[in-house]
């Protein structure tokens, strides 16, 4: 009831197209839905969140769509750039619960 | 100056021998995590810690052990190390009062090796 699960494993786009990573979760007590960006070297930092009260968030070229009632999430990249390659996990937590990582989507955006 | 750190940041070590992993913050965040990345499972939770005198297992907490010296420390400690703990181990902070959601804030991570 703790999973979160990622797909696909790894990913790779045009420079221009769309990303598609896409999560999906057990526990409805979870009502903080964050996505992480990695770069190789580095540490995860946040990218994008979400809350349950809405649908879609977006900021910028990135863009989360939720969907409560078959409790699944998707990060969309729009017209992908070369940058935007990188590993990205989708996480799923609760003001209770420490957060729950996805398995992460390696994401190579070919020029 | 980053604020949370990780030493060493590459380590190789031998099957058997005792290692320490270190990790210092300067948020002033009372919580920290000890996570391990593998190629195809994501990161996963060792142990972690809400504040100086709280320590949690995590998923998978076994051959690891942990020390929180201070609010700013937090040390995993692999006490008889072997290969497949080879892997990239990473700290974390997190601030429960931040408003719109937890969000946890990485070190560089460790790239450990055991042979």
């Known amino acids: 009831q703790q999973q979160v699960k990622q797909s696909p494993q790894s990913l790779i786009v045009q420079k221009g197209g769309i990303s598609i990573i896409n999560c999906a979760y057990e526990n409805t007590a979870f009502d903080y839905f964050p996505w992480y960006q990695q770069f190789p070297g580095k540490g995860p930092a946040l990218l994008i969140a979400?809350?349950?009260?809405?649908s879609e968030k977006k900021e910028g070229r990135f863009t989360i769509s939720f969907n409560k009632s078959a409790k699944q999430f998707s990060l969309h990249i729009m017209d992908s750039q070369p940058g935007d390659s990188a590993t990205y996990f989708c996480?799923?937590?609760?003001?209770?619960?420490?957060?729950?990582f996805g398995s992460g989507t390696r994401l190579s955006i070919r020029p | 100056d980053a604020d949370v750190t990780q030493t060493p940041r590459n380590r190789i070590t031998k099957t058997g021998k005792r290692i320490m992993l270190e990790c210092s913050q300067t948020k002033g965040h009372d919580r920290m995590y000890w996570y391990r990345q593998d190629p195809g499972l994501g990161l996963r939770l060792i142990y972690y810690?809400?504040?100086?005198?709280?320590?949690n297992k995590g998923e998978i907490s076994d051959g690891y052990s942990v020390s929180r010296q201070a609010q700013a420390k937090f040390s995993l400690s692999l006490e008889s190390a072997i290969p497949n703990q080879t892997a990239l181990y990473f700290c974390?902070?997190?601030?429960?009062?931040?408003?719109?959601?937890?969000?946890?804030?990485f070190g560089p991570g460790t790239r450990l090796l055991v042979l």
């Open positions: 979400i809350r349950p009260d809405v």
């Open positions: 996480a799923a937590g609760s003001s209770a619960s420490k957060i729950i």
């Open positions: 810690s809400f504040d100086v005198k709280d320590i």
């Open positions: 974390a902070t997190s601030d429960p009062s931040t408003s719109g959601g937890e969000t946890q804030y």
